[in-house]
């Protein structure tokens, strides 16, 4: 039996490749996993069905292929190369006796990774429609006035320097309260880190007045992740208004029409903010010049009106007066005349009272053949008043008669 060494083996298997296999193919696959190392790029490619591997292979950009390659494609290779997209490359088959099989990545075709995201792009956003998540977060109330808000960039993004910068030093003076909540904007971690901050956010003692996610600019390639329907729906179903300003002038993510008020860039965000305070400041500021107008027109009508008062309460002041004074006149005219009927009255009366006086006066009654006993100069009233031997006075109309009780 013959015996072969590993050296031989492999030899043996470089030359059937070479013959077999001479120029580079089209492969299409899905990105494991990427690392870059002195500007060489190495890829763990894979080919799934369902959620199985079925195939492995790795393969390598070199450092002056990646150049070339991004000459061709421009900053969007840097979207391609990331674990779990799937891409379409021109790869030359390379076996080397000591080092084992390799793929030498010689070109990438943009145009089919972003088909097949279009198309996951598309069956997402039916899913989203189905579940009638579309506007849900923008039918929200958000408050007039923006002040505490929590943000959720990247610490080293520039767009969040940006929205910094711009909301920082506004020309109005407005303060606001803004809490980082640091996560990662492209790549795999995306998702789980924005879904792990809006927990923390949701958590949060002091509710937020609204959730603002922001990042950098970047290709369509790097928009991915927010198209993820697990963070859109999160965002969806979030209970605070979410904005976003995720750095894309052309292309809108669909976390963009989940979210409540998606804007441009991080700077439209914070002008954004701004422009909606400084519209409550001058809402204010027109209801208090409407205020003062009317406050001012109230006042010119209350001063009429007062005028208005003075000048009828010194028509009735003198109308009353001219009342009292005829009253007074008639009363003048009237006095001496009622001054005579009282006197006349009163006479009579005191006539009356005269003549009633002599009729019950004790004259007359004695004129009228009464008697009156005395004793001791006091009226006797009473039989029991007197004793037998007592010495009375009995007194008549013309003289005293002096007795004794027998």
Known sequence: ??????????????????????????????????????GHYYLSLVQKEGEDIIARSEAVIWNRTYRKIRRSVGLSIRGLLQAGM?????????????????????????????????LQKRATLQKLQEKELLGKNARLSLPVVLQRLAIISSENAAGLQDFLNQITSNPYGYYYDLKLFPAAMQGLQVVPDILKQVRKIKRAVIPYDAVVIIRGGGS???????????????????PLPVLTGIGHETDESLLDKVVHTPLKTPTAVAEFII?????FESEIM????????????????????????????????????????????????????????????????????????????????????????LKEGKPIRSIDEVQSGDKIQIRLSDGDIQAEVD
């Not at 492969?27 to 870059?36: G, L, M, R, V, Y």
């Not at 422009?275 to 519209?279: A, H, K, S």
């Open 1 to 38: 039996m013959e015996v072969y060494s590993l050296f031989e083996v492999n030899e043996y298997i470089r030359r059937i490749l070479a013959l077999n296999l001479p120029e580079a193919v089209w492969i299409k696959c899905e990105i494991a996993q990427c690392n870059e190392s002195r």
């Open 86 to 118: 799937e891409v379409k490359i021109k790869a030359k088959i390379d076996f080397n006796e000591k080092y084992g099989f390799k793929l030498l990545v010689e070109e990438i075709d943009p145009a089919h990774t972003l088909g097949q995201l279009a």
């Open 220 to 238: 369509r390639l790097d928009l991915t992740a927010f198209d993820q329907y697990e963070l859109c729906e999160a965002m969806a179903d979030f």
């Open 275 to 279: 422009n909606r305070n400084l519209n």
């Open 286 to 373: 027109q209801l208090g010049l409407l205020l003062q107008r009317q406050a001012g027109q109230l006042l010119q009508l209350q001063q009429l009106q007062l005028q208005q008062l003075e000048k009828q309460l010194q028509f009735d002041a003198s109308r009353l007066l001219q009342q009292q004074q005829q009253q007074i006149d008639s009363f003048e005219q009237q006095i001496p005349q009622w001054s005579r009927f009282q006197i006349k009255s009163a006479q009579q009366q005191l006539q009356e009272w005269e003549n009633q006086l002599h009729i019950f006066s004790v004259e007359h009654t004695l004129q009228r053949g009464f008697s009156i006993s």
